[in-house]
C-alpha cells in the first residue's frame, strides 16, 4: 500500500488527481504488475496503446543521464494513467491525500516511453509529474489517447531558435546537432538565422522573418523559403551531412559572399528587385550547389574565389533579369 500526496480536482463529474511518482516508485509498480500499456497485439485485439518503441524509450534513458547547459534534462509534461476500478484508490480530502492499494492497477493513456525510459534509467533521484484519472473505461481511455495525439499542435520551433541562437549559439548549435537527427529543417533553421542576422553575411536583413512586415524595405526571400532551399545542403542524403554545423555556417557566409561579389547588383536594395538572385530561385540554385562546391574546393584544395569566379563569364549577370533572363524565364526548373 502506497499513500500519495496530492491535489484533487474533477472535469465533466470525473476525479482527477495531481501528483507525482519517483523512479522508485514508478520501477515498484512495474514490478508489481500495476502498471500496465494496454497496447494493440493479436494477443489483445483491445489494445488502444502503439506498441513500444524501444529505440525511443533509450533515447529518453540516455536523455536523463545527459549533462547539457542549454537542454537540462527535464520532462516536465504530466504522464496520464487512469484506474478502471475507481473502488482500489481511496482519497483522503482532510489530509489531502490518495491512498493506492496492493491491488491497484493504473493504466497508462499517456507517456509510456517516458515511463519505460525511467523504469530502466541509473537515475535515481528524479520524479515526473502525474495526473491519475478515477474510472475511465478502456473506450473512455482509447478516446483520451486519440485526443492527446491527434489534437495537439506542433510548436514551430524558429521563435524559439532564434532567442537560442541570440543568447547562445555554441549551445544552440549543440541542441540542434542532438534535436536534429532526423529533421533537417531544424539545421537549416539555424543556418537561416546565422545568414539573416550575422553582420559580415550577404544576406543580412534580406530575409523576412515570421510576423514581420517589410515597413517599406526590400525583403526579397521569406525565412521560410529560404529555409526550404537549405534542404540538399542540410538532409541525411546531402554529401556533407556529417561536416559541423559551425563550420557550415562558416562556409555558406563566405560562399555567398563570393556569390554576391560576382553578382553585386541582384543584392542592392535599388537593383535587386529587378533580378531572381536574391529570391528563391537564386537562393535554391546556389544552396544546392553548395555541397558540391564545399567538397571539390576541399579536395583540391582550391581558393573559393577562384572556383566561383568563372560562373560570371559562363552565366552573366543579365540571365538572373526578371522576367525574361535566361535563368529567370526558367524559374524553379
Keep these: 500500500m502506497e499513500t500519495l500526496d496530492v491535489i484533487h480536482l474533477e472535469q465533466a463529474g470525473i476525479s482527477m488527481f495531481i501528483t507525482s511518482l519517483t523512479v522508485r516508485q514508478i520501477k515498484d509498480l512495474f514490478r508489481t504488475g500495476q502498471l500496465i500499456v494496454d497496447a494493440y497485439e493479436p494477443s489483445n485485439p483491445s489494445g488502444y496503446q502503439r506498441g513500444m518503441d524501444e529505440a525511443r524509450a533509450a533515447e529518453i534513458s540516455d536523455f536523463l543521464s545527459s549533462n547539457i ?99 547562445d549559439r555554441k549551445n544552440t548549435r549543440r541542441l540542434i546537432d542532438i534535436l536534429g537527427v532526423d529533421n533537417w529543417k531544424l539545421e537549416a533553421l539555424t543556418l537561416c538565422i546565422a545568414m539573416n542576422d550575422k553582420n559580415e553575411s550577404p544576406w543580412r ?11 517599406g524595405q526590400w525583403r526579397p526571400i521569406t525565412e521560410a523559403n529560404f529555409v526550404d532551399s537549405l534542404n540538399f545542403f542540410c538532409n541525411r542524403q546531402s554529401p556533407i551531412k556529417a561536416v559541423p554545423l559551425e563550420e557550415k555556417e562558416t562556409f555558406l557566409i563566405r560562399y555567398w ?72 524565364k526558367k524559374g524553379s526548373s
Design 69 to 167: 547547459a542549454v537542454l537540462p534534462a527535464l520532462l516536465p509534461g504530466a504522464v496520464i494513467l487512469n484506474c478502471r476500478k475507481p473502488k482500489t484508490i481511496r482519497y483522503d480530502q482532510t489530509k489531502g491525500q490518495l491512498t493506492i492499494q496492493d491491488n491497484t492497477v493504473f493504466h497508462v493513456v499517456d507517456g509510456q516511453h517516458r515511463l519505460s525510459a525511467l523504469q530502466k534509467t541509473r537515475v535515481s533521484k528524479y520524479e515526473i509529474p502525474v495526473t491519475i484519472i478515477q474510472g475511465l473505461d478502456i473506450a473512455q481511455e482509447a478516446g483520451q489517447f486519440l485526443t492527446i495525439n491527434t489534437k495537439q499542435k506542433r510548436v514551430r520551433p524558429d521563435l524559439q531558435l532564434r532567442i537560442l541562437y541570440s543568447q
Design 257 to 328: 559572399e563570393e556569390v554576391r561579389k560576382l553578382y553585386t547588383p541582384g543584392f542592392t536594395e535599388a537593383d535587386g528587385p529587378d533580378y531572381s538572385l536574391a529570391r528563391g530561385l537564386g537562393a535554391g540554385v546556389f544552396n544546392t550547389m553548395a555541397p558540391s562546391v564545399y567538397g571539390i574546393v576541399g579536395a583540391f584544395d582550391q581558393e573559393l574565389s577562384a572556383f566561383i569566379s568563372p560562373l560570371k563569364r559562363r552565366v552573366p549577370l543579365e540571365d538572373w533579369r526578371r522576367p525574361r533572363g535566361k535563368i529567370a
Design 205 to 215: 536583413n534580406l530575409i523576412l522573418r515570421p510576423g514581420e512586415k517589410k515597413n
